[in-house]
């Protein structure tokens, strides 16, 4: 099955800084990668998605990159603020599958 | 957009109680729904698939038969824990999704505790 790694843990940065967060991925066949934030005791909240058939995806301070050949994908949040302190979650899924196999989460605080 | 309502929220009972978690997409048919199982600081690990109408396809290592799953109708999944045991507690989420080419979308979980 797919197994989808996460890095860094733990992610801490100053205002207005950016943030990224890497995950790389086993099954080539995964086509689907979508990107998570929780907040404490929340479900997950969807934030941005990318397809295999893309490069890369942006929506105002949120970017997602996807190397299909390198099965890597990143998160890019610039011009951090507060509230973007969660845990973010990265995962892939196979195409007729829909299955979710998710990263082991980013922890990131903001630091004011 | 997408509504899935998941109740209880919280839920403490004492061990051997068997409890109930409901799943429900309020503004769509969702022929697939996902329950995931979080412990605190960890990820989300998928427990089982349920489609509606048919058995629910477990995840390796998830027993059928202490996880009990239905899916009776294109809006409600229902996720049994039968005889629970303070192992068991953990923060239950469920997933619904409707067509292929959306994400999945998540109820608020039941944070799970038995005495």
């Known amino acids: 099955g797919e197994n989808v790694e996460q890095h860094p843990s733990t992610l801490s940065v100053q205002e207005g800084d950016s943030a990224v967060i890497k995950c790389t991925y086993s099954?080539?066949?995964?086509?689907?990668f979508p990107w998570y934030k929780q907040e404490l005791g929340k479900r997950p909240q969807l934030i941005i998605d990318?397809?295999?058939?893309?490069g890369e995806k942006k929506d105002q301070r949120i970017a997602v990159t996807l190397n299909k050949t390198a099965k890597h994908f990143s998160l890019h949040i610039t011009e951090t603020q507060p509230e973007d302190s969660a845990v973010y979650f990265c995962?892939?899924?196979?195409?007729?599958?829909?299955?979710?196999?998710f990263g082991a989460g980013t922890t990131v605080t903001v630091r004011a | 957009g997408a509504v899935v309502s998941q109740h209880p929220s919280w839920v403490i009972c004492k061990s051997g109680t068997s409890v109930k978690i409901e799943c429900r997409s309020l503004?769509?048919?969702?022929?697939?729904m996902f329950w995931y199982r979080q412990f605190p600081k960890q990820s989300l690990m998928l427990m089982a698939t349920?489609?509606?109408?048919?058995?629910?396809?477990?995840e390796q290592g998830v027993e059928k038969d202490k996880f009990l799953i239905n899916h009776a109708s294109l809006t409600l999944s229902t996720l049994t824990v039968t005889s629970a045991h303070p192992e068991d507690s953990s923060f239950y989420i469920c997933?619904?999704?409707?067509?292929?080419?959306?994400?999945?979308?998540f109820g608020d979980g039941t944070r799970l505790s038995i005495l």
């Open positions: 997933s619904a999704l409707g067509r292929r080419d959306q994400p999945q979308h």
């Open positions: 099954d080539s066949a995964s086509n689907y």
């Open positions: 990318i397809r295999s058939n893309v």
């Open positions: 995962a892939a899924s196979p195409p007729n599958d829909y299955k979710l196999s």
């Open positions: 503004d769509f048919q969702a022929t697939t």
């Open positions: 349920s489609n509606e109408g048919s058995k629910a396809t477990y």
